[in-house]
């Protein structure tokens, strides 16, 4: 133990900057691996907390709405009824009226709003997933007009009184009031199912109605063995039913459950709310920590033997005062677990350090140390291995030599330790080609959806969220009072966010000619293609008085009309088509783009309101102030409303939030394995040019200049830098192209990405060759000689 101590304190105070860079890149190494390790735990270990997470399904159908190739989770709550009757294996069951998200309620005698997310569900919901009750009624959904909540909104409204039996008033649309009839603790984040307010589902709504396909089907089974049964059952009882045979081999129509745990992954799913992850890019990230430690657990071993000629001498003294070759080989292996473990426990004070500061926010996982126990002793686990098998080389090549021989300074380099070094270095030479470039098309990929034209002018527009219904009524009231301001041209409604989500309204199975068609419809007012600059390019735009018609008009995009043979003056469900208009992008950018329909109601709107208020600016307008006055005018209407108002920029911004915060983190994360491996440069070329000092000293006896011997240096890394360089290339782009399968609409595959990257290690490696064996070269060659 002596001994160990006494060569650490050797190495730490004789070769203090190789010591700093060795802790460092471990202790960032081990940090990284540790953040990265909780992220993939958070993303893999979605809704697995419940009970039954491996027994709850959801139900998932292909065919309808004329989207043939997906599947897609919503159901019309008969169906969901048969389903739920047909098989014996099936213990609990519910369904969920997914278009909820946050709404604006107040407390009872309170005039503050508070806005959080709802949604509607029938009183199953409890019996499905696993709920724990702190207070209240387990059954509290069943009665009526009851709500349950999260315990932190309870301890958000009422502090530590109870919750139960509160009156809440809720503003959608109409104002209705409910009573808190119980408050379950907080779900873990890593799950599909929301800290929301639950209410139930009316008993009588859409029971009978089969073509309401609004809802999601669960069930939570006995076996999930018994899947290929349940869903046999319910083939059998569709026929026995309906009298005609449901083929589950159809492409046409089909039927699959999808595990609760399986659904954050799923990808193919449309209209689908859930909160997703690439496994892709998940896998990417667990290669990057895969890569930081191999990268650094090489740029140990390549800084250890960097040491060698500095150190072997040292070494083989005390062999040749009597320590055995085998306990100075244990003594300099524990001496790298020891480097090891102290930079894990600085790799815990990295992680505390990121966790409470702003970048923590790239992540979605739990930082603290004392939630993730099991990553904190696996990666101590991970620092001892990596401290073994760091230290082996080392040792046994620093004791291989004959002593004499050591101790006279006669030993060097031999063939296969050259080429296992270049061997090393190529592997981090190649891990940063690749990291360089994957990164870089992340960020155009991000770059690309947060600035592609959408087909409207969005940077003249400003929306506002309206739920209250004075002023959906009194849409042409709060128009005109807004435009009475200078900074306001024009003013329209819509009961959809234009390019705000993933997935719209569809209407499928609209009689058209002989057949029938589907597409996505976004109900707006008759100027609303004025307003946001759409191009009619065909037959005339919305007038008012289309919505004195019986069932309104259309105006289709050029997908629509060219998928479906559209001509103007036609009917599709005796709606008339007017006009056709460029594709723009209704959804977000992930998605393509497909048929689809801007609709004006007519008198039959089944009393339907808009829901967003899109106020266009005139040009050059001062936005502070445009802002300012839409917020005075809608105080007017509601003083004490929290009213968003919301840039487009804004907009695309949260929507691409999840691309934007992973990218950041893979991004940070790579640049992290590029300065270790920039760091194992760093200790080869000292290695190298201490191991040749004596072949440099008689070059410059002979003659050679300086800059002749760094220019020799630098054409040995240069081919180098080059086989790598055509390693990395087929390796990065297959990893990008699979990345971007992700996304309907793609950045382009620069060719000059590769170019950047590979100049970009080019010039840190030649740098760093340069200055090291500078500072060799200008050595007394005399003094190198002789030392040697």
């Known amino acids: 133990m002596n001994l160990i101590i006494r060569n650490l304190l050797h190495v730490i105070r004789r070769f203090k900057l190789a010591t700093s860079l060795n802790i460092l890149g471990l202790s960032v190494a081990f940090a990284a691996f540790m953040v990265i390790m909780m992220q993939l735990d958070y993303n893999f270990g979605f809704d697995r907390f419940h009970k039954n997470s491996d027994k709850i399904f959801r139900y998932e159908i292909r065919g309808i709405f004329g989207m043939d190739n997906a599947y897609k989770p919503i159901i019309a709550r008969p169906f969901s009824e048969l389903i739920f009757k047909s098989s014996p294996h099936i213990v609990a069951s519910t369904i969920i009226l997914p278009m909820g998200g946050e709404i604006f309620f107040r407390v009872e005698n309170s005039g503050n709003y508070f806005k959080e997310g709802a949604i509607n569900v029938t009183p199953e919901f409890t019996e499905v997933f696993s709920f724990d009750f702190v207070e209240g009624y387990e059954n509290a959904l069943s009665i009526p007009d009851n709500v349950i909540i999260p315990l932190s909104l309870s301890q958000k409204l009422f502090g530590n009184e109870s919750a139960v039996g509160q009156q809440l008033t809720f503003i959608v649309g109409e104002i209705r009031q409910a009573q808190i009839g119980a408050v379950y603790r907080d779900f873990p984040r890593n799950s599909i199912i929301n800290n929301y307010i639950y209410s139930a589902i009316p008993e009588d709504e859409n029971r009978q109605n089969w073509g309401a396909w609004d809802y999601v089907a669960y069930v939570r089974l006995d076996n999930a063995a018994n899947v290929p049964t349940v869903i046999e059952s319910f083939k059998q009882t569709f026929e026995s039913i309906f009298g005609q045979s449901f083929d589950l081999d159809d492409p046409a129509f089909n039927i699959r459950l999808t595990a609760l745990p399986d659904i954050h992954f799923a990808t193919d799913v449309f209209f689908d709310n859930a909160p997703k992850a690439s496994k892709q890019t998940l896998m990417i990230l667990l290669a990057i920590a895969i890569a930081i430690v191999v990268i650094a657990g090489i740029n140990f071993t390549n800084f250890s033997t960097a040491l060698m000629p500095m150190r072997a001498r040292k070494i083989n003294t005390q062999r040749v005062l009597g320590a055995q070759q085998r306990t100075v080989r244990l003594v300099l292996v524990f001496e790298a677990i020891a480097f090891c473990l102290l930079s894990y ?61 050591a101790l006279k300074g006669n030993f060097g380099l031999s063939p296969k330790g050259k080429k296992l070094r270049n061997v090393l270095i190529g592997i981090q030479y190649i891990a940063s080609f690749t990291l360089i470039i994957g990164t870089s098309f992340m960020f155009l990929q991000n770059h690309f959806m947060q600035n592609a034209p959408l087909g409207y002018d969005q940077d003249k527009i400003i929306t506002v969220g309206i739920r209250q219904q004075q002023i959906q009524e009194q849409r042409d009231v709060l128009a005109n009072k807004l435009k009475t301001h200078s900074t306001i041209a024009d003013v329209t409604f819509g009961e959809i966010l234009l390019g705000g989500f993933d997935f719209v309204t569809t209407w499928g199975g609209q009689p058209y000619k002989d057949g029938e068609i589907s597409f996505q419809v976004a109900p707006v007012d008759y100027n609303f293609l004025s307003v946001l600059g759409i191009e009619v390019v065909e037959g005339r735009d919305f007038r008012r008085e289309d919505t004195s018609v019986l069932r309104g008009a259309l105006i289709f995009n050029e997908t629509a009309r060219r998928e479906f043979d559209l001509e103007l003056n036609t009917r599709v469900a005796d709606r008339e088509i007017i006009g056709f208009i460029p594709d723009i992008k209704l959804t977000s950018l992930r998605l393509a783009i497909a048929p689809m329909a801007f609709y004006v109601r007519g008198t039959e709107n089944w009393g339907r309101q808009p829901n967003v208020v899109y106020v266009r600016v005139v040009q050059g307008a001062n936005l502070r102030e ?15 409303f929290p009213f968003e108002i919301r840039f487009y920029d804004q907009i695309l911004q949260e929507l691409y939030e999840k691309e934007r915060a992973l990218s950041s983190l893979i991004l940070l994360f790579s640049l992290i394995a590029i300065f270790i491996s920039i760091v194992g440069v760093f200790g080869l070329v000292v290695f190298d040019s201490e191991c040749r000092r004596k072949e440099i000293g008689i070059r410059k006896v002979l003659g050679a200049s300086t800059f002749g011997i760094i220019v020799m240096f630098n054409k040995a890394y240069s081919k180098i830098l080059l086989i790598c360089f055509v390693a990395a290339v087929p390796l990065a782009w297959y990893a990008v192209s699979r990345w971007l399968e992700n996304f309907a609409y793609r950045t382009p595959m620069y060719w000059w990405v590769y170019l950047l990257a590979f100049l970009a290690v080019s010039a840190i490696t030649v740098l760093t060759v340069t200055i090291q064996n500078w500072r060799v070269a200008n050595d007394n060659p005399v003094k190198s000689i002789k030392t040697e």
């Open 345 to 405: 426990l600085l790799a815990l004070g990295f992680v505390w350090l990121f966790g409470n500061s702003p970048l923590a926010s790239l992540t979605d996982a739990d930082l603290l140390l004392s939630a993730q126990r099991q990553i904190v002793v696996g990666t101590a686990l991970v620092a001892l291995l990596v401290g073994l098998l760091a230290g082996l080389y080392p040792a046994r090549k620093m004791t291989s030599f004959v002593p004499a021989l």
């Open 626 to 640: 445009a802002r300012k006055h839409i917020q005075s005018t809608l105080a007017e209407f509601d003083p004490n």
